[in-house]
């Protein structure tokens, strides 16, 4: 089919924008964005491993990230200053990932993994992002009182029976997803971008938090659409062209909220 | 007069060392107990422990079946990147109904606020806007942890008050942990002087004679405690029709 690799792109890229928008919510909420930067750079780690093994390289970027998101977890709760924990782990894991790309990674394009290659995708590929998310959704609005509840303070959530420890550990996993099934469609670098910008441009025009999450949807969806047109026609690297799209729209609304 | 909530040989650790220990505490209903006690006496530990946020290490916490808590914590984690207008928190975590909000903001005195970020709120505000949401799910104990931290002193004389009559309307315990060791609301029916386990308590004229208060705060006041009252000649521009002055038991 004409330009089918395309529709394949534009597919995989909205569900990926839908994921990251909700759950950027949170990320930037809760300043987690450190957090978001320790798994993706994780997710290096396990594009190695899996080559070097020969696994599915979705298995080995989630399994990776999944055991960096718990690992955090379980810090979480400790009264020490995570940040510099997650720095350590972030870049961490970064290093190691590029060292084991090197030994294993026998035509390892490096480039694909940090800036992802969208535009080699297949249908496959665009069903799993789907499934994410099904499940990612699925668990948002299923969870998203407690959530919102969490957010405002643990004392106040835990007051009305909320678990916050699951919460959290929940939240994580559903990061820890979203990183392994984005990687192919922006690339480990530009991951923490698409979790930041479409929600912190949601911010400045949102006055609820459900209209934060909805709005920081569309701006991400917009940016991919527009990032892949402008790919098209004008030959840019689509990656990076999704996350300048998503920049310009941030720009934007700041300039629409300020007049208003 | 049973018991809503009761605490038996309550002892709670963080790490390393007790916070609490052999807390015995039966909140009855409609009663008003005011908890005082130095800086990391465990008082918000006391009240994390009756909300259910603390599980504790020993003893037993009893509630009655169907309990229903309605708690307003020291402060939110309100960052300015998460937006919530007044109204919004207000159906937090269940949607509360348009005519049941519409009340209680009149009764609270934040109806012209609805529409502001919960973020850009003034401390007072705040407050009232914790305590509405709070009153909305028809409590039967009221927790306040330190509720009038960085209110000035007529805010926190409107705040007092406004406890006391909410109390009188619902019917409802209220426990609240007071930040200020000398200055206690003279309607409550009981003080708790804690420092890691329960010092003294009774009425408030009481306690503020007991040696055991004397000896935790009598440096700096030689050993007296203020009861709040409603000073009458002391208003700073906010009416409230007059109440029967209560006396403390």
Redesign the interface.
């Known amino acids: 089919m004409y330009l089918e690799f395309m529709w394949i792109a534009a597919c995989a890229a909205v569900g990926m924008a839908i994921m990251a928008g909700v759950l950027g919510c949170f990320v930037?909420?809760r300043?987690m964005a450190y957090f978001g930067d320790a798994l993706s750079h994780a997710a290096v780690l396990g594009v190695a491993i899996s080559l070097g093994f020969g696994f599915s390289v979705y298995l080995g970027v989630a399994g990776v990230a999944c055991l960096v998101a718990v690992l955090l977890w379980g810090f979480m709760g400790s009264?020490h200053s995570t940040d510099s924990l997650l720095g350590v782990i972030s870049h961490g894991a970064l290093a190691i990932g590029l060292i084991a790309a090197a030994l294993w990674g026998n035509g390892l394009s490096l480039e694909a993994v940090l800036f992802g290659d969208i535009l080699v995708l297949e249908w496959r590929d665009a069903l799993y992002i789907w499934t994410g998310v099904g499940v990612i959704g699925g668990y948002i609005l299923w969870r998203w009182?407690?959530l919102?509840?969490s957010?405002?303070?643990?004392?106040?959530a835990?007051?009305?029976?909320v678990d916050v420890r699951r919460e959290q550990f929940f939240l994580a996993l559903a990061l820890a997803l979203l990183v392994g099934l984005a990687l192919q469609v922006v690339g480990a670098i530009l991951i923490t971008a698409f979790l930041i910008i479409p929600a912190?441009a949601a911010?400045s025009v949102?006055?609820?938090?459900e209209?934060?999450a909805i709005t920081a949807v569309l701006v991400g969806t917009a940016a991919v659409i527009s990032g892949l047109a402008g790919s098209y026609y004008w030959d840019m690297p689509a990656g990076p062209s999704m996350v300048s799209a998503a920049a310009v729209i941030f720009v934007v609304l700041q300039g629409v909220s300020a007049k208003s | 007069m049973s018991g809503l909530l009761s605490l038996q040989d309550v002892a709670v650790h963080y790490?390393q060392g007790p916070v609490l220990q052999s807390v015995d505490l039966t909140v009855r209903a409609g009663e008003i107990i005011t908890i005082v006690g130095p800086n990391g006496s465990g008082k918000s530990s006391l009240l994390?422990v009756m909300?259910?946020?603390v599980r504790p290490e020993q003893g037993r916490v009893l509630r009655q079946a169907g309990l229903r808590?309605g708690?307003v914590?020291?402060?939110?984690?309100?960052?300015p990147?998460?937006?919530?207008?007044l109204r919004?928190?207000l159906d937090?975590?269940q949607p509360a109904g348009d005519h049941a909000v519409a009340l209680v903001a009149e009764r609270t005195g934040i109806s012209g606020h609805m529409?502001k970020?919960i973020a850009s709120l003034s401390g007072g505000l705040l407050q009232r806007g914790m305590l509405a949401r709070a009153i909305l799910r028809r409590p039967d104990v009221l927790?306040l942890?330190e509720p009038t931290q960085g209110l000035d002193q007529a805010g926190s004389a409107g705040f007092y008050e406004l406890i006391e009559d909410l109390r009188n309307e619902l019917n409802c315990a209220v426990v609240m942990v007071s930040h200020d060791l000398h200055v206690v609301m003279s309607a409550s029916d009981r003080v708790i002087c804690l420092n890691g386990h329960i010092c003294c308590q009774g009425a408030p004229d009481v306690v503020s004679t007991a040696p055991e208060y004397r000896a935790l705060f009598g440096r700096g006041t030689r050993g007296t405690m203020a009861l709040y009252r409603h000073d009458h000649d002391h208003h700073h521009g906010h009416d409230h029709e007059h109440h029967a002055e209560p006396s403390p038991k």
Do not use: N
């Open positions: 930037v909420w300043r009264q009182r407690a919102v509840l957010t405002l303070g643990d004392d106040l835990a007051s009305e029976g912190a911010r949102a006055r609820t938090p209209a934060m | 790490g994390r909300t259910g946020a808590i708690y914590p020291q402060k939110l984690r309100l960052d990147t998460f937006p919530m207008t919004r928190f937090l975590p529409h970020q927790l942890d």
